[in-house]
């Protein structure tokens, strides 16, 4: 892998070029250091002080005492197990609501040729076009009374749900993928008795699993990470996700309190991406390549 | 026994397809069948695309034309919305700031990072140390980034003045400061973001052949020749898409001025998108947020066409 980059292998060999390339490899290092990892454990230990001390100026760079009631605190009274469970909620059932109905569409217009197709495909990605957050108050209305049905979802998870199977961009990923996989495995399937369905889940997904890992990753990351549009959606205090509800209690909590919940809140996303990092990074790296 | 009497070819053929040239009718009758299982897998998907995002554009321009009120029936009011809002003191701050903050993440929140990935691209040692943390504040939380800096921000017991403080520096008013609050912000928002512009620009740098580095050295190109006729010049359609992709989202920013400013101070710091919430949670006025966001919808429609344009004709390049 060592492929010749802006700076050649013969100048790095020299000792000076030594010396410049090991003083910037330090200096990249404090600079990441600094820059990255001092905020996250700023945060960490600034939950574990007392109030007095996070108040206290100049800051102390450790905590003087070791206080894990910050972190207790912030699970009784902010109702984290209630906020955090709304959020898994949420986000498992977009994720799940995402993988049956993306797929099943893709794989339509990627090997079942519906009448109309192209033009079904041209409509769906016209929304990529459309950026989602300006669209955010029709959106919110049409949720609150549904047209036909005459129901409103709001406070539902539901109302999460169902907007993210309109995912164009997670759609496309899925239908150019399902689209390399050759027609005569499928056609080998269907002479051999399996139906649609059958080949999608037994042929088909297999084949699809790195695909299908990217398009569970951005589902839950989006739901999680997501602000505005559940703030519209709940107004319930008691069904509202841990991003809603962090913003709404911050203004009448104390400090430490509030800092031990965004710990909390992050540590969900932090420990999938730690666990996934080599699959979420490889595959934003390869997104770029495919333009 | 009659039904199947009466019509055996077509029977036949529809269970055995290959044993007999099928005549015109049974491909007719299997082919429906076809479009009907066909339109079965894709019903939940278009049902949901039809309702949350095809019909909610179309209903942002019709709202846009009326005086609209849930629970009533709308009236229509041609273009006061338009004018209304056009009116709003706040309506041109909203754009200026939305603007300016677009302005200056693109300077700063784009040449860090295409500076970083610039000499990430050259160290040998710890790649993936780089690459996780360099990604790791994209995977917190924007409201606890929000929130976090926030805190940094504090005039009391902030961080952001403290190491000002530690470098001999005059301390700043940050988030709180007319001048300086939308920048504190463009800070926030670089910081949390730009670990995916490092990472796909690195993956640009990585495909560039060695051998056009080894061409210019024997020419005698200097290494900041190099980056300007080799490294800018090879990756100049992604550095193209992420500018494009960047300006598109940071158009749309809401969270941190909603967290950490509340839009002030002195409305220094509200946004379009901020805005059209206003209108529509704060005035109940849902005909003046969706007169807003068509006027949003059509720059940013104008922006994602030429980013998809780009990347059709990239594809095409490639």
Known sequence: ?291 | MTKTAARPPAEAIAVHPAQAPPPAGGRGRRRLADQVGAYGFLLGGLICFALFSWYPAIRAVVIAFQKYTPGSSPEWVGTANFTRVLHDPEFTAAWRNTLTFTLLALLIGFAIPFLLALVLNELRHAKAFFRVVVYLPVMIPPVVSALLWKWFYDPGAGLANEALRFLHLPTSNWSNGAHTALISLVIVATWANMGGTVLIYLAALQSIPGELYEAAELDGASLLQRVRHVTIPQTRFVILMLMLLQIIATMQVFTEPFVITGGGPENATVTVLYLIYKYAFLYNDFGGACALSVMLLVLLGAFSALYLRLTRSGEDAI
């Open chain 1, 1 to 291: 892998m060592s492929t010749r980059t802006l700076v050649s292998p013969a100048a790095l060999a020299r000792p000076r070029g030594r010396a410049v390339y090991w003083t910037v490899f330090t200096a990249v290092v404090v600079l990441f250091a600094i820059a990255f990892l001092f905020p996250v454990y700023w945060m960490v230990t600034g939950a574990m002080k007392s109030p007095d001390e996070v108040a206290r100026t100049p800051p102390t760079l450790a905590p003087k005492e070791w206080h894990l009631s910050g972190y207790g605190d912030a699970w009784d009274l902010m109702q984290l197990p209630q906020h955090l469970w709304n959020t898994v909620v949420q986000a498992a059932g977009a994720w799940l609501f995402q993988l049956v109905f993306c797929t099943a569409a893709a794989y339509a217009l990627s090997k079942l040729k519906p009448a109309f197709g192209k033009v079904i495909l041209g409509g769906i990605l016209a929304t990529l076009m459309v950026p989602a957050q300006a669209l955010v108050v029709p959106k919110y209305l049409t949720v609150a009374d549904l047209p036909l049905i005459h129901t409103s979802l709001l406070n539902d998870p539901l109302a999460i749900w169902l907007p993210a199977v309109a995912n164009a961009f997670n759609l496309y990923l899925l239908k150019r993928f399902f689209d390399q996989i050759p027609r005569d495995v499928l056609e080998a399937a269907e002479i051999d008795g399996a139906g649609r369905l059958r080949t999608l889940w037994s042929i088909v997904l297999p084949m699809s699993r790195p695909v299908l890992g990217v398009v569970s990753i951005f589902a839950l990351v989006a739901v999680w990470q997501d602000f505005l549009w559940p703030l519209m959606v709940f107004s319930d205090t008691g069904k509202q996700p841990i991003s809603v509800a962090l913003v709404q209690l911050s203004q009448n909590i104390q400090l430490t309190v509030l800092i031990a919940a965004m710990v909390i809140a992050s540590i969900p996303m932090v420990a999938l991406f730690l666990v996934f990092q080599r699959h979420i990074i490889a595959g934003i790296s390869a997104g770029s390549t495919k333009g």
